[in-house]
């Protein structure tokens, strides 16, 4: 069965600091998407990235970036230069392939609230 | 292009009473999904449509039962509404593939008193 760990549930970090978001994740399938999506205080879930199983370069969007690493079925998230506009809860979520009856759905971690203060 | 919209955004209930929690999307997805979101809980499935005409099951059904009304369209009904479906409600849509990215809405507050 699939499962999403976020084992942080919240982090205050000043801003300027770097953070990193840890996701541990769990599947039998060979085939899966890791996703994460950020939560900002006003509620709406803003798609942030999509990684598959088999691309584990590491990917770096402004001062976002990500680590996937199948090693350790891990794919942790960092901030750099951490900003107020940063806090927010960040959830990881996981979908696996179709193959060996997988389906589409997603799996979320339960989330971690971040807030960056000024 | 208004992406994926819910109505109402805020629902005040009584226990017992009945509800229709709406929502439309206009990206042509395939697949269209309820979540609830509680504290500490993260979002969890409750049911999702695969395709127009089609229903499933996710996580956390029991209790609430949804129509796929056509590509665009997918409701959620609570037809005896209890304090334990107090919750934030999300609906989502994707292209239907594993790869796919879901979109969502912007989320319906639910009271049940």
């Known amino acids: 069965a699939q499962k999403v760990t976020q084992a942080q549930t919240e982090i205050s970090v000043v801003e300027k600091e770097d953070v990193t978001l840890d996701c541990v994740y769990e599947t039998r399938d060979t085939t899966y998407y890791l996703f994460w999506y950020k939560q900002p205080p006003s509620g709406e879930l803003v798609f942030l990235i999509r990684r598959n199983s088999f691309d584990e370069q590491n990917e770096i969007s402004g001062r976002y970036s990500w680590n996937f690493q199948k090693s350790t079925s891990s794919f942790n998230f960092t901030i750099t230069a951490s900003q107020v506009v940063d806090s927010a809860v960040y959830f990881c979520a996981l979908s696996e392939g179709q193959t060996q009856g997988g389906s589409e759905k997603l799996v979320f971690g339960k989330g971690m609230k971040l807030t960056v203060n000024p | 292009n208004a992406g994926v919209t819910q109505t109402p955004k805020f629902q005040v209930l009584k226990t017992g009473q009945s509800m229709t929690l709406q929502c439309a999307q206009d990206?042509?997805?395939?697949?269209m999904y309820w979540y609830r979101q509680d504290p500490g809980m993260g979002l969890r499935l409750i049911y999702y449509s695969a395709s127009e005409g089609t229903t499933d099951k996710g996580e956390v059904p029991n209790g609430y039962n949804v129509s796929r009304l056509n590509k665009r369209e997918f409701s959620l009904r609570l037809e005896s509404a209890a304090p334990s479906q107090t919750s934030v409600y999300f609906c989502?849509?994707?292209?239907?593939?594993?790869?796919?990215?879901?979109?969502f809405g912007p989320g319906t507050r639910l009271t049940v008193l």
């Open positions: 990206m042509n997805h395939n697949s």
């Open positions: 989502a849509s994707g292209s239907g593939l594993a790869a796919n990215t879901q979109y």
